[in-house]
């Protein structure tokens, strides 16, 4: 999974302030997960931008996963 995540989710602070993005693309992981979240499905997005592929949407779940379990971990 990390390395799934370390070649598909970027950081640099030359892109978007460093905020995570899709493979050096501008596409925040934000943005894909706000996307998700009104109701847009991957197929749907992939057609909006056909720089995305399917496995950038299995790179942003497991980040996300990482994200909420070291949220849960540090409340501990």
């Not at 950081?11 to 979240?37: M, Y």
């Not at 931008?49 to 497991?62: I, K, M, Q």
Request: proline fraction near 7%; glycine fraction near 6%.
């Amino acid at each position: 999974m990390r390395e799934a995540l370390s070649e598909r989710i970027t950081v640099d602070p030359n892109v978007r302030f460093g905020k995570p993005c899709i493979r050096g693309h501008r596409i925040t992981v934000q943005e894909l997960l706000s996307w998700l979240a009104e109701g847009a499905s991957p197929g749907q997005i992939l057609e909006d931008y056909p720089l995305l592929e399917p496995e950038d949407f299995l790179a942003v779940y497991a980040y996300s996963a990482e994200l909420a379990g070291a949220a849960k971990a540090s409340q501990v």
